[in-house]
């Protein structure tokens, strides 16, 4: 088949396209353009093992250039898409050079957000993001040891628990400020909310909860040195880590025309509007079938999706519709998530949830199983993906019996 495909966007959604449309037999030319000066590499570390040292800079690493370019695949990195021409099919690169596609996959990912305090743009307070972001990060953390100066993280979300818990094992203080109520409030329910809250001040986070920031206090070298609340305290920092969410890269998308909503608008084989633009990752939102929009961040949805995008390219449609499953490390707890919980509307927990040592929380709406949380649970995290793909669901008796085997459903199923 030829033409030229161009992929803006080098993470995991974009290589994987990139590679799915190789393997499902594409031959022409194949263009992957990143804005980073780096090739793709893993994310999920760099809050996690990489910012603690537990890994190195090459464990990284997901596609080493050489190894694209011997599939046939032209990286180029540190590059500026400008717009997209729909009409012409080009897209136009910073310095006027253009580039024609027979396809285009848009895989631009997100942008960390920020707030609108006074002193927010103080080279201390950092995103994470990009492993420029976590290496800034990892700097300044090895500053703060060094000089005995705390730590502050604003948002109880995943990316800023994570760092906040990589900071203690580090042995730094660290404060967590988050504006609502509880840690994790979009993905979590207030029982594991409640238990992520103890866990992370067992471990001596200084965790605050309906915190409202009032600014960040700088020095006159412009270093953020601490962060005043509305009530009018303070905490000294040496370091500010935003996690306060991301906002999917979707302005060249909107530019061009196609359906935006908080993400690129495709449908479950990633489509646009336009038959010659997919787009995959964290930069879409995808339309349900009742018409609602779903946003999934993870790197589970920017691998199907990268696939679809590259089958949908060589119409070969293929539709994404598996169990979303998600990951975090935080301390020695793994949390693993499947399916989609919120909208539940009762719950149960099998384990022993007080001990923490392994447990699971099964969530149900109207009486059908649409999610499970799992600590150190991977046995149960396997099992919940495989009953949600089936659409098979235990009752709540069956859950809390201990001794029910949960994968009979699945064998004895009609």
Not at 131 to 137: H, R, T
Not at 347 to 374: E, N
Request: aromatic share 4%.
């Amino acid at each position: 088949m030829d033409g030229h495909i161009v992929i803006l966007g080098a993470g995991q959604a974009g290589t994987q396209a990139a590679e799915s449309l190789r393997g499902g037999g594409y031959t022409g030319a194949l263009t992957m353009l990143g804005d980073e000066p780096h090739g793709p590499y893993h994310r999920p570390p760099l809050s996690k093992a990489w910012l603690a040292g537990e890994i190195g800079e090459a464990q990284l690493i997901m596609r080493a250039p050489e190894m694209l370019a011997k599939k046939g695949i032209t990286l180029r990195t540190g590059v500026t898409v400008e717009a997209i021409d729909r009409a012409a099919q080009q897209v136009r690169l910073a310095g006027g050079e253009t580039l024609a596609y027979t396809g285009l996959v848009l895989a631009t990912g997100s942008t960390p957000r920020s707030l609108p305090l006074p002193g927010i743009g103080a080279p201390n307070v950092l995103p994470l993001r990009s492993k420029d972001d976590a290496s800034a990060i990892a700097a300044r953390l090895t500053t703060c040891a060094e000089r005995s100066l705390p730590v502050l993280v604003i948002g109880g979300g995943f990316i800023g628990l994570e760092v906040a818990a990589t900071a203690r094992k580090k042995g730094l203080a660290v404060t967590v400020l988050e504006a609502a109520p509880r840690l994790l409030g979009r993905v979590l329910a207030p029982l594991l909310s409640d238990w992520y809250a103890a866990l992370h001040r067992e471990h001596g986070i200084n965790l605050v909860l309906d915190a409202r920031i009032a600014s960040i206090e700088t020095d006159a070298a412009g270093e953020a040195t601490a962060v005043l609340m509305a009530d009018g305290s303070r905490h000294p920092c040496g370091l500010v880590v935003l996690g306060v969410g991301v906002a999917a890269n979707d302005q060249l998308a909107a530019a061009a025309g196609l359906a935006c909503d908080r993400g690129i608008v495709v449908d479950d084989c990633t489509r646009t509007a336009d038959p010659l633009i997919v787009a995959a990752g964290d930069c879409t939102a995808r339309q349900l079938a009742d018409g609602s929009l779903l946003r999934l961040e993870s790197v589970q949805n920017a691998t199907e999706q990268g696939k679809s995008a590259a089958a949908a390219l060589l119409d070969q449609p293929r539709p994404f519709t598996a169990t979303p499953w998600f990951w975090s490390d935080q301390y020695d707890k793994k949390l693993q998530m499947a399916g989609l919980s919120g909208g539940a509307d009762a719950w149960t927990v099998r384990g022993d949830m007080a001990a923490g040592a392994s447990f699971s929380i099964y969530h149900f709406r109207a009486g059908k199983l649409v999610g499970v949380d799992s600590v150190n649970a991977a046995k149960d995290h396997l099992q919940a993906r495989k009953l949600l793909d089936a659409g098979v669901s235990p009752t709540v008796a069956q859950v809390e019996d201990s001794g029910f085997d949960l994968a009979g459903l699945l064998v004895s199923r009609p």
